[in-house]
């Protein structure tokens, strides 16, 4: 079975510490620990990995967060992976710090990265784990803080977050979406 898990950021060394880099960060984290290495590649960077039966493609879109849904849906259909194989890791304001909440489906909430994604699979019905980054900023100021770096509270936490989200990946695509939100979503 293949998977493709697509954590969502923006290219660019100005992006490399924000918030909004999180998905970014997600599967960096997993491809070091599993010895994944990233090869620049079309619509992005990708790695590759086995975790038993499990095939993984991991992926960091470099169309933008705006357009992560181009970069998805190619992967998907050159690698024929069907869409319930799909987890995107995305931040999530809405969301306090260092919350997880996997879902098989939802609205973009907002976010332009799955908006994207939406528009360009064509519909709803795909896992994300929404990590949540917080809302500690002023009315008007939402740009400005998911794309500002973490707290140094936040840093010292967040190690923690991505070695949780480095267990839901293989609990994904080897236990399946039910098990692993019932498992994860409580943490």
């Not at 960060?25 to 992005?44: I, K, M, P, S, T």
């Not at 976010?111 to 500690?136: F, P, V, W």
Request: with cysteine.
């Amino acid at each position: 079975m293949k998977f493709l898990i697509a954590g969502l950021g923006n290219i660019g060394d100005e992006y490399a510490g924000t918030r909004h880099n999180i998905g970014f960060r997600a599967v960096d984290r997993f491809a070091e620990a599993h010895n994944a290495l990233w090869q620049d590649a079309r619509y992005g960077f990708v790695a590759r990995c086995r975790i038993k039966s499990a095939e993984i493609l991991l992926l960091k879109p470099s169309t933008y967060m705006n357009l992560s849904g181009t970069a998805v849906r190619y992967w998907l259909q050159k690698e024929n992976i069907p869409v319930d194989n799909l987890l995107v890791i995305v931040d999530d304001l809405a969301l306090p710090f260092g919350t997880l909440r996997l879902r098989g489906k939802g609205s973009d909430g907002g976010h332009n990265g799955l908006k994207n994604i939406e528009s360009c699979l064509m519909t709803q019905q795909y896992a994300r784990l929404r990590c949540g980054i917080g809302a500690d900023f002023v009315h008007g100021a939402q740009i400005s803080y998911v794309l500002g770096g973490w707290t140094e509270e936040e840093e010292r936490l967040l190690p923690e977050r991505l070695d949780v989200i480095a267990e839901i990946i293989p609990s994904f695509c080897l236990q399946g979406l039910e098990r692993t939100m019932n498992q994860y979503n409580k943490k």
